[in-house]
Every structure is written in C-alpha cells, then in structure tokens.
C-alpha cells in the first residue's frame, strides 16, 4: 500500500513539474482574417489591401499611393527582399502571437515566418520557453510582426506589418 501511494505521489508530482515548463511553441497557420490580408498583398490587389487595413494615416497613405508605404510592401526596382511581399511570398506560413505585445479584444500582433526560415532557426522541440524566447532570428529577414485592430467590420491590418509612419510617434 505505501509503495502505491509513494508512487502515485511520485507520478503526480512528475506530472505537474511537466506542466510547469513552457516549452518553445508550434507555429499555426494564418486566421481568415489574416490570410486575407496577405493574399490582397500578395495578389497586388491594391483595393483588396485598402479594405483589409484599419482606418487611419495609414490607410489614407497607402491610398494616396505614398512611395514609402508601397516600398515597404511591395519593394522597388523589382527588389522585394525584406519587404512585406518578400516575407508573404514563401509559402507556407508560421504564425504566433506575439509574446512581447499586451494583447487585448482590441488588438494583437503577430509574428510571421515563412515556414523554411522558421525550421532552419527554430530551437529544437521541447526546449523550455524560457531558454529561447520568441522572437528567433533576423527582424524582416526571417520573420516580420504585424499588429492587427478590432474594427467596426472586423479585424484589420494596422501597421502593414511593421511599417512606421514617419513623424508619428506611438
């Protein structure tokens, strides 16, 4: 009886110091939401990317047809490389929510990765997450961020992941 008991305790205890350790996440795939933004930026599709981002100066930019806004999507010269398009445009695609952005019902970020830089960087499965927090890798290299807002018509892109409008500060 008393070597059932010590060995119920024993397991118990092993049980609950697994469950203590965060290990490294598995990324997902993009939401609908998500995924509609990137395809109407992939697509090139310049209407489909005014609906998909939130109302705002950036917005309103990007409808101007700003050059900075439209380089940082789409590149120039035919260079894409760390651009948003550059990033989207390697399939498939590894998705996390953000652990360094306090989260809300009004607006969360994520981190993108195409799928092949994610496995060529990523720590190795079961590692704990505090040996090797998120992000991995080079910033608009390997992975991107983009923030998304709750609108009145749902979630939208807010930052076309990751650009800065010059002179704003926030």
């Known amino acids: 009886?008393?070597?059932?008991?010590?060995?119920?305790?024993?397991?118990?205890?092993?049980?609950?110091?697994?469950?203590?350790?965060?290990?490294?996440?598995?990324?997902?795939?993009?939401?609908?939401?998500?995924?509609?933004?990137?395809?109407?930026?992939?697509s090139h599709n310049e209407a489909a990317v005014?609906?998909?981002?939130?109302?705002?100066?950036?917005?309103?930019?990007?409808?101007?047809?700003?050059?900075?806004?439209?380089?940082?999507?789409?590149?120039?010269?035919g260079n894409t490389r760390g651009t948003v398009t550059g990033m989207l445009s390697q399939p498939p695609l590894c998705i996390f929510d953000d652990p360094t952005f306090a989260a809300t019902e009004a607006s969360r970020q994520?981190?993108?990765?195409?799928?092949?830089?994610?496995?060529r960087i990523a720590p190795a499965p079961g590692t704990p997450l505090l040996d090797a927090p998120l992000p991995y890798g080079t910033y608009r290299g390997d992975y991107m961020s983009c923030r998304f807002e709750q609108t009145a018509t749902g979630w939208k892109l807010a930052d076309l992941c990751g650009y800065r409008m010059p002179g704003v500060t926030g």
């Open 110 to 119: 994520i981190l993108v990765y195409p799928q092949r830089a994610y496995d």
């Open 1 to 42: 009886m008393k070597r059932v008991l010590v060995l119920a305790a024993t397991t118990s205890v092993l049980a609950l110091s697994a469950c203590a350790t965060e290990t490294v996440p598995t990324c997902r795939a993009p939401q609908t939401y998500e995924m509609a933004a990137f395809s109407a930026i992939i």
């Open 50 to 77: 005014s609906e998909t981002l939130a109302p705002g100066l950036l917005q309103n930019a990007f409808i101007s047809r700003d050059p900075m806004v439209r380089s940082h999507v789409w590149g120039s010269d």
